[in-house]
């Protein structure tokens, strides 16, 4: 096979893209994807060794790395293999830098000045393949499958630490939007440097690797926390919000993906230019914060989950700003309007990088987007979000007084990733489905199934309570371990509450395993289960935790709901 790769939900046959990849990665960059996270397990191992001797050094570098290179190999990011050549080469250097400073701190010998021979006759494990790097990048497709994800052969070890790897990405990505508003976690970034080396260490047995797994989940609602203190300082608490979908008649920018920073920058550029910004997918949520709302020209939400975007941004007629994953390979049509930013690259699209004070220079986009006709209207009509924990808790005693009295009788979960499987349309009919005194609870793109559905009101209790993007679903848990309290039990999974989510990159992967330790079980996750589940891990998972698939709407009903 030309490649390998499973972490998504889409992936070929529900096995593994092997020639191409579903997503559109073609097979080089799938090998450079795999030689990069190679290289960030290098540094890992050392910097988690550096942080073990206790020496004072500073590992703000190596965490970058850790972090930016976890999220720019999460699924529909970075498409740009060039960008992977630049970024495995400057980890490299870092590499050898961190081993130098190490070698030097250990020893007072002056540090080697290269890979090799700072690896001769050496037993470190981070010196472990050194001599695959000798020739990058002349000759890394063919290294590629010796490092790549099929090279750990014993098939449940491999699962296990494919797991690990994809809740770090999801933790990479949550921690990247924290610390672009200034909030860094050091709990975070040592544990994913930590468990990056782990997933090289053949001693460790598949219970010490379920037990990382599990504290990855641990870890995983620290990162979600800080991002949720990162947006709210910055941008106030979410609040129950009314969101145009309709468009006007000025020219506009569409800005999608997840990153409220460049949405700030975004709109502080464009006031008083006669430019409109339309958020699109998971940018929706952003104006549910009060700080958005001082910018008249921020006019709605355009459109819906990423699948679409085809179809989307091509009616659209303006430029596009894609500031985090969820990019779909462009049409040659709308190719020049598409700009991105961050992790995100898409060869033959314009790239915005931060100056050294982190300010982006947004004007080509404006200037593109006073030459482009207004947008197409795709719909018209309002949606209702912002329902946070912060909001809900302003709800809860009407919350209380609902459930008490029978008029809400269950919560159903259905938050997550939406993807373009036809299978899909389960999560539609589901919620059609619900009887009248069922809420669901959602958070992330997986809501464009159902949140432009007239599915009404409890009580002035929306049916659709929208919590925000995917790490949002924090916002959840919060929200039911506070009803947990609020009605005296003694444990959540005794609330009436029920999971029904959908999955589709590793960012979901990550809010599972903290739903899982924050002690919630018998969660539907689909509409399929990972194909990086081994038969004996999806064991495990079912028998301790109840994890399962979804079946039927008729089915899933009667047992979630009753």
């Known amino acids: 096979m030309s490649m390998f790769c499973y ?13 191409r990849g579903v997503c559109g990665k073609d097979e080089d960059t799938a090998r450079l994807q795999d030689l990069l996270l190679h290289a960030l397990k290098g540094v890992g191992i050392l910097a988690t ?39 495995i080469a400057k980890d490299l250097r870092l590499r050898d830098s961190l081993r130098d400073r190490l070698s030097r701190a250990r020893s007072g010998a002056a540090p080697a000045s290269t890979a090799a021979s700072a690896c001769s006759g050496s037993d470190d494990p981070a010196c472990r393949d050194a001599a695959l790097w000798t020739a990058v990048p002349q000759d890394y497709l063919s290294k590629a499958a010796l490092i790549g994800v099929l090279a750990t052969k014993d098939e449940d070890i491999r699962s296990l630490r494919e797991l690990l790897v994809y809740g770090l990405k999801g933790m990479a990505a949550y921690a990247h939007h ?26 460790l047995s598949a219970d010490d690797l379920t037990a990382l797994v599990l504290e990855c989940g641990k870890v995983g609602v620290a990162a979600m926390a800080s991002l949720d203190a990162a947006n709210t300082g910055a941008y106030g608490k979410p609040r129950a919000t009314t969101v145009q979908l309709g468009v006007r008649g000025n020219p506009g920018i569409l800005i999608s993906g997840h990153d409220l920073k460049d949405l700030e920058m975004l709109l502080e550029q464009t006031a008083g230019t006669g430019v409109d910004v339309y958020s699109h997918g998971e940018m929706l949520p952003a104006h549910y914060y009060p700080a958005f709302s001082k910018y008249p020209h921020f006019a709605g939400n355009y459109g819906n989950a990423w699948w679409r975007q085809k179809e989307e941004f091509e009616a659209f007629r303006g430029p ?30 314009a790239h915005i990088a931060p100056d050294a004070e982190g300010h982006k220079d947004f004007s080509a986009v404006i200037a593109l987007a006073k030459q482009c006709p207004p ?14 924990h912060d909001q809900v808790a302003e709800l809860a005693p009407k919350v209380i007084e609902a459930v008490k009295s029978g008029a809400i009788r269950k919560f159903v979960v259905m938050a997550g990733c939406d993807g373009r499987q036809k299978g899909r349309e389960y999560y539609t009919g589901f919620a059609e489905a619900l009887p009248d005194d069922a809420v669901v609870l ?39 371990l ?24 590793q960012k979901a992967v990550l809010v599972l395993l903290s739903l899982l330790y924050l002690g919630f079980r018998n969660i539907r996750v689909g509409p399929t289960l990972p194909a990086f589940l081994s038969p004996g891990v ?22 979630l709901v009753g």
């Open 320 to 349: 596009i700003l894609m500031t985090t994953n969820c990019v779909v390979p462009p049409a040659a049509s709308y190719r020049e309007r598409l700009f991105t930013t961050g992790v995100v690259g898409v060869p033959g699209c």
């Open 49 to 87: 060794e550096l942080r073990a001797a206790g020496l004072g050094v500073s590992l703000r570098e190596a965490d970058d790395a850790v972090m930016e290179g976890l999220f720019a190999t999460i699924t529909n990011a970075n498409f740009d293999a060039a960008w992977f050549e630049a970024e």
């Open 538 to 559: 999806a064991k495990v998972l079912v028998d301790k935790f109840g994890l399962g698939a979804p079946t039927d709407v008729a089915t899933d009903l009667a047992e």
């Open 482 to 505: 506070a009803l947990k309290d609020a009605f005296g039990l003694a444990d959540v999974n005794e609330l009436p509450l029920a999971f029904n989510l959908a999955w589709y990159e």
């Open 7 to 19: 972490q998504c939900q889409e992936t070929a046959g529900d096995e593994g893209c092997t020639i």
């Open 375 to 388: 947008p197409t209207e795709l719909e018209s009509g309002t949606l209702v979000g912002g329902f946070a």
């Open 442 to 480: 959602t958070a992330g793109c997986a809501k464009y199934r159902y949140n432009k559905l007239e599915l009404g009101d409890i009580g002035g209790i929306p049916r659709v309570l929208d919590a925000g993007q995917c790490n949002d679903s924090y916002s959840l848990a919060l929200t039911a």
């Open 178 to 203: 924290a610390a672009v508003l200034g909030e860094r976690d050091p709990e975070v970034f040592a544990f994913m440097a930590r468990a990056l080396a782990a997933t090289t260490d053949d001693s």
